[in-house]
């Protein structure tokens, strides 16, 4: 009964590759959002979705495509993975934008 | 764009009271949040205050906003071992479609 699931838990891989992380919702929330902390803890959103349809971009390099192929998944793949791409990535829904959100429990990229 | 700060640190004793403090610029915004984060898990939205209230208070955590000073604190009464975590604020935009998050404040409870 997993709110909000989040697929591997870890992946480490080489520079160059191209992967995909999972995510998918039980709640019924209409607004799914990609997180990335790095190694500082420090948190910043990376893209926001409503109702599949993409609401926030921040910033973030072309290489990364999130893709929402209904309501309850937003998958998010990375092309060309650099080092720098190391981090924790964290899934997360809400009812509306930016309200209360619920997180995923994270996947810890590891680009060697 | 919203800029929140929070102090990097925080070391307590079992039993006493906790206080978090978080920054922040925009003074637009509606709703603020504080989650917490254990090793290696997600975040935990712990609760939420509405930029119309003072104060919240919800068992041992109580919230206090000062808007005038931008300034939102976390104070977790009677401590315990298991409040040790990374505590993170959240302030959502005016448009209410974003949050931006502190650095987070990590709490360590000594027995």
């Known amino acids: 009964d997993t709110a909000v699931s989040q697929t591997p838990k870890y992946l480490v891989t080489q520079m160059g590759n191209d992967k995909s992380i999972k995510c998918e919702q039980n709640l019924g929330h209409d607004t799914m959002y990609w997180y990335k902390q790095d190694s500082k803890k420090f948190l910043k959103i990376m893209f926001s979705y409503n109702n599949k349809e993409l609401i926030i971009n921040e910033t973030v390099p072309n290489r990364f495509s999130p893709k929402s192929p209904d309501k309850a998944h937003l998958n998010l793949h990375i092309n060309s993975l650099e080092l720098g791409d190391s981090a924790v990535y964290f899934c997360?829904?809400?009812?509306?934008?930016?309200?209360?959100?619920?997180f995923g429990p994270g996947t810890r990229l590891t680009v060697t | 764009g919203e800029d929140v700060e929070q102090s990097l640190f925080l070391s307590v004793r079992e039993g006493d009271s906790s206080v978090i403090n978080c920054t922040y610029t925009d003074s637009s915004s509606t709703y603020l949040y504080w989650y917490k984060q254990e090793p290696g898990a997600g975040l935990q939205l712990l609760t939420y205050?509405?930029?119309?209230?003072d104060m919240k208070q919800d068992q041992r955590l109580t919230v206090l906003l000062n808007k005038k000073d931008k300034h939102l604190s976390l104070r977790i009464a009677d401590t315990q071992t298991g409040d040790s975590a990374i505590y993170f604020c959240a302030v959502e935009n005016n448009a209410g479609n974003m949050l931006t998050f502190g650095g987070g404040t990590r709490l360590m409870v000594k027995p």
């Open positions: 997360a829904s809400s009812t509306g934008q930016g309200r209360e959100q619920y």
């Open positions: 205050i509405f930029s119309n209230m």
